[in-house]
C-alpha cells in the first residue's frame, strides 16, 4: 500500500487495559490486531496493513486529542454492537448534514465517533 503525502497514516489509541481493549474492538467492529509484546498491538486494516495502534497506559489520553470517526453501513446495529461489546453510547445517534452519526467510549474512556449515511 503507498502512503500518501500529509494523508492520515496512523491512529493510535491509548488504553488502559490491553486485552479489554482488543476484545471490546474485536466484538463491536471485527477489527483484528498485530500483538508488539505486553503494551502495544497494531490495529490491521484491509489487506493486512497497519492503520493505527493500541497502546496499554496507565491512563486513558486526555480529553481534547484527536477525534477519530468510523464508518457504518447500519448505524443503528453498530450502536447495539458498541453496547453489546462493553462500550457506551454518549451521544445520538442523531442526524446531521450529509447522514446519521453517534459518539461513544471504550472501556478506557477513549471518546470515538461512527456515521453512516442517510
Do not use: C
Not at 70 to 92: H, K, P, Y
Amino acid at each position: 500500500m503507498a502512503h500518501t503525502h500529509h494523508s492520515i497514516n496512523y491512529v493510535e489509541l491509548t488504553v488502559t487495559d490491553l486485552s479489554a481493549a482488543k476484545k471490546f474492538y474485536q466484538d463491536a467492529f471485527g477489527w483484528q490486531f498485530n500483538d508488539y509484546g505486553p503494551s502495544y498491538s497494531g490495529i490491521r486494516g484491509e489487506g493486512n496493513t497497519e492503520v493505527g495502534g493500541i497502546f496499554e497506559s496507565p491512563e486513558a489520553r486526555p480529553v481534547g486529542g484527536p477525534f477519530v470517526i468510523l464508518f457504518s453501513e447500519d448505524l443503528d446495529s453498530t450502536a447495539e454492537a458498541i453496547t453489546s461489546a462493553g462500550g457506551q453510547v454518549v451521544q445520538g445517534p442523531y442526524e446531521f448534514p450529509g447522514g446519521r452519526r453517534l459518539h461513544f467510549t471504550d472501556p478506557s474512556g477513549n471518546e470515538l465517533g461512527v456515521w453512516a449515511e442517510l
